[in-house]
């Protein structure tokens, strides 16, 4: 399956790539008072408002300097937007090749692969915050 | 039928929505069979298309879709289980459906004979249902012989707990309990039996398990085990007094000697579903699976088309090749650099923007003629169906809507109506004897006022008695300790509701006020409920008049730029901080003599305040109530599109959506509704920011 390779924060990560839908450099993100603290706000992709997610707070590890991408991702018609550091490259990863899968359920990281020279945790959309 | 050809597309387009959402459903629900969302969806479903038919006159499919909800109404209330035996009758029941509105969309005449097969289907089955023979699918038929009232299987630590209380001084009993098998609501007269003892007691041990019991998913006996300081015919003779009891065994606790419980035998069996917390659990219950099926997914409308005026169309060609000349003219003035041709070209061209955008606005809407003139009809034939008297009055019918609103309006309005005609408006001998004209009156009337449109049912029937709704919510298990008339009233709209004594043929089944509420909800409207006693009752549904472009003030809180509906605006005036004043925790300010409430939208969004004097006061006027909202700047009106917003955010219940401004950034638009009604009452200190999920 392709998955997309990204990093935050000199660590790095993977998401499938068949739920991100595109992949946009940062724009105006407009806040929202009251939202949960990893909303990041609001943007316009063309026309449409979509709500940017800020993973690194999201999933509790320290943020980046930079956010560079969004990542928009489509769950069952729903977007959401993705705020990382910056995209990578796109990986074939085949499923043996996920480790430590289902270690704990509740966390949003699935399982770490070794890519190349670096490890990357694998991160699931559908428990991210649809 | 020519007379009904203006609404027949009409019909096509909703059979086949419900018959594709009928069909997904049922499908889901065999993969899921206790899924009471899903059958309250798909009773809905099956109703709805069981209404609309029968307002066509179309008797065939209506008589089909009646046999079919008889079936969902067995899984309801769990006289019969989901198999894939029953799933395949109702696919049977769905294909044919589906074949009937093809052969209506070619003109074709339905014959009885073309729901034969399916209909013996379910005719067998409601012949197992009704009669003596048990259903295939349920597997505990041991107790039909007698009931039992023993544990053989009991939990040490219950033992423990049973005789504890026995030495406390306490009477311990075992007691099975047989329910008439004719009850409808199984469940209910459960959880009457466990509301009755667990005021003089504790129900220590139950089986079957209270989840199940509560589902109505058993057979007709249940037994539990009680503990109470009453005595024995105490018990038996407070369980005896609550309706549609077959028959009780009260015995102290041990006695049957054969079935002695061994204290030292491990079970299994036990959960902790079955210790008495559960149990005081129970009346939350009902409303929670309420609150879960308005959160329900609704199926994304499919494609629709809408008929347009061939002029309105021309002018709008007219408009668009227009402004192609203004585009040229613009390009060629920004080769030469000519500010002033640029300004120029730019002035055609906001100003066609705007005819373009009032020209689709007008395309869009649709009269609600076209829904209301379905009504007469249908009135006819039910008032003769049920041997009323009926008048129908029609005002307004050539308001216009926007045509996703008046093709979703028929769904409501068709369930109000049908409740109207059936609960509302009295049979004529009754209504003579109450001192009112033997011929009842509907009156549905549609209006515009501002930017909404007001649609009112009112009939001068019986009204809505509290006293019947409360003893009605009791008998199903609903508390209704407490509550206001008016929230008394307002439970006609919970689920599995319905006030008439037996099933007919046209509503009363208690699902569709919930689903009216739902509907307008989901459509940005509001619904109001009127209702005397003897007098009538009115049903008010508020709907706006597009559901994308408003006019709105644009405003800066902080650094925030926010957008404010125009509509609620009175006007706006500059304020000091000197000219506000505190009186006990709620800061006012002095409007044309009266003291109005001042919200800080700055505190209200938890945005950081500014240092400064002067800030403009935005007075708005909800129903009745004046409300000041205070805001940093202010920076124009202007009309802005309306974007719907993630649920999470709409969940926070201040912010109707955003809006994209002119330079491309998103702004918020504030539900200032909500907000100010927050603070009313008393909310809004409670809803701080989520946390984390």
């Known amino acids: 399956m392709q998955m997309i390779l990204f990093k935050m924060n000199q660590q790095h990560y993977l998401i499938s790539a068949d739920t991100v839908e595109e992949v946009v450099d940062t724009i105006a993100i407009t806040q929202v008072p009251l939202a949960p603290k990893w909303v990041e706000g609001l943007i316009n992709l063309r026309g449409t408002v979509i709500t940017v997610v800020n993973l690194a707070t999201l999933i509790g590890v320290a943020e980046s300097a930079t956010n560079k991408n969004i990542l928009v991702l489509n769950h069952e018609g729903n977007r959401k937007g993705l705020l990382i550091e910056e995209v990578m490259e796109v990986l074939d990863i085949e499923d043996q090749d996920v480790q430590l899968a289902g270690i704990n359920s509740d966390s949003h990281f699935v399982g770490v692969v070794a890519v190349e020279d670096v490890i990357a945790d694998v991160i699931d959309v559908a428990k991210l915050s649809f | ?693």
């Open chain 2, 1 to 693: 039928m020519d007379d009904n050809s203006v609404y027949l597309n009409l019909f096509f387009e909703e059979s086949d929505d419900n018959l594709a959402l009928l069909n997904d459903s049922v499908l889901q629900l065999e993969s899921d069979p206790q899924n009471m969302d899903l059958i309250n969806e798909i009773f809905r479903a099956a109703h709805t298309l069981k209404g609309m038919s029968a307002t066509m006159g179309y008797d065939v499919m209506t008589k089909i879709t009646h046999k079919m909800e008889n079936l969902f109404d067995f899984f309801k209330t769990g006289k019969l289980q989901v198999t894939s035996e029953y799933i395949s009758i109702i696919f049977d029941c769905l294909d044919t459906l589906s074949q009937l509105v093809e052969d209506l969309r070619e003109g074709n005449e339905l014959q009885e004979s073309q729901i034969s097969g399916p209909l013996a289907k379910i005719a067998v089955v409601e012949a197992q249902v009704n009669g003596e023979a048990p259903v295939a699918a349920s597997s505990t038929v041991v107790e039909t012989t007698a009931l039992d009232n023993t544990f053989p299987d009991l939990d040490a630590a219950d033992v423990d707990v049973i005789n504890a209380a026995v030495n406390d001084g306490h009477n311990a009993f075992q007691i099975g309990v047989r329910i008439d098998p004719e009850s409808a609501l199984k469940g209910a007269r459960v959880f009457l039996v466990m509301e009755k003892l667990g005021q003089g007691g504790d129900v220590i041990v139950v089986e079957p398990d209270t989840e199940r019991l509560e589902a109505g998913d058993f057979d007709t006996d249940f037994k539990f085990i009680y503990v109470t300081k009453n005595a024995q015919a105490e018990v038996a003779s407070s369980i005896a007094n609550i309706s549609e009891i077959d028959q009780i065994l009260v015995d102290p606790f041990g006695k049957v000697t054969a079935a002695e419980p061994t204290p030292s035998a491990p079970v299994a069996a036990s959960t902790p579903a079955q210790s008495t917390p559960a149990v005081v659990a129970t009346p939350a219950a009902p409303v929670e699976k309420a609150e879960a099926k308005h959160n329900h997914p609704q199926k994304a409308a499919n494609n629709q088309s809408i008929r347009v005026d061939l002029n309105r169309l021309d002018l709008f060609l007219n408009i668009v090749s227009e402004l192609v000349v203004y585009r040229n003219q613009l390009e060629d003035a920004s080769k030469r650099d000519s500010m002033d041709d640029v300004k120029d070209s730019l002035e055609h061209v906001s100003r066609l923007t705007s005819e373009l955008q009032d020209l689709v606005l007008k395309i869009r809407m649709q009269q609600v003629n076209v829904v209301f003139s379905r009504f007469p009809r249908m009135v006819r034939d039910l008032s003769q169906q049920l041997g009323k008297d009926i008048e129908l009055i029609i005002k307004g019918e050539e308001t216009e809507l926007d045509k996703t609103v008046v093709a979703e309006l028929s769904e409501p309005l068709i369930h109000l109506f049908r409740n109207s005609l059936d609960h509302g408006i009295e049979l004529p001998d009754v209504r003579e004897a109450h001192g009112k004209p033997r011929q009842g009156v509907i009156e549905l009337s549609a209006m515009q006022e501002g930017n909404k449109v007001h649609i009112t049912l009112k009939d001068d029937g019986k009204g809505l008695d509290p006293v019947a709704i409360r003893a009605s919510a009791e008998r199903k298990g609903i508390n209704t300790e407490g509550m206001s008339e008016d929230e008394v009233k307002k439970l006609v709209f919970h689920p599995g509701f319905s006030t008439s004594q037996e099933v007919t043929n046209i509503s009363g089944r208690g699902v569709g006020l919930d689903a009216v509420v739902a509907k307008i909800v989901e459509l940005g409207g509001a619904f109001d409920l009127t209702s005397e006693v003897n007098v009538g009752t009115t049903f008010t549904i508020k709907l706006p008049l597009t559901l994308s472009i408003i006019q709105a003030l644009l405003v800066k809180v902080g650094t925030e730029t926010f957008a404010t509906p125009l509509d609620v605006v009175e006007r706006v005036v500059m304020v000091t901080e000197d000219e506000i004043t505190m009186t006990g925790n709620q800061e006012v300010y002095a409007f044309q003599g009266m003291l109005i409430p001042v919200l800080r939208t700055d505190k209200v969004l938890d945005i950081p305040g500014q240092a400064i004097q002067r800030r403009y006061g935005i007075v708005v006027k909800l129903e009745n109530d004046y409300f000041m909202v205070l805001v940093d700047q202010l920076l124009g009106q202007q009309e802005i599109v309306i974007k719907k917003i993630d649920s999470l955010l709409q969940q926070l219940n201040r912010y109707q959506g955003a809006t994209i401004l002119g330079n491309g950034s998103v702004a918020l638009i504030l539900d200032v509704n909500a907000i100010c009604h927050a603070t009313k009452g008393g909310t809004l200190n409670e809803v701080g920011p989520l946390n984390e999920i």
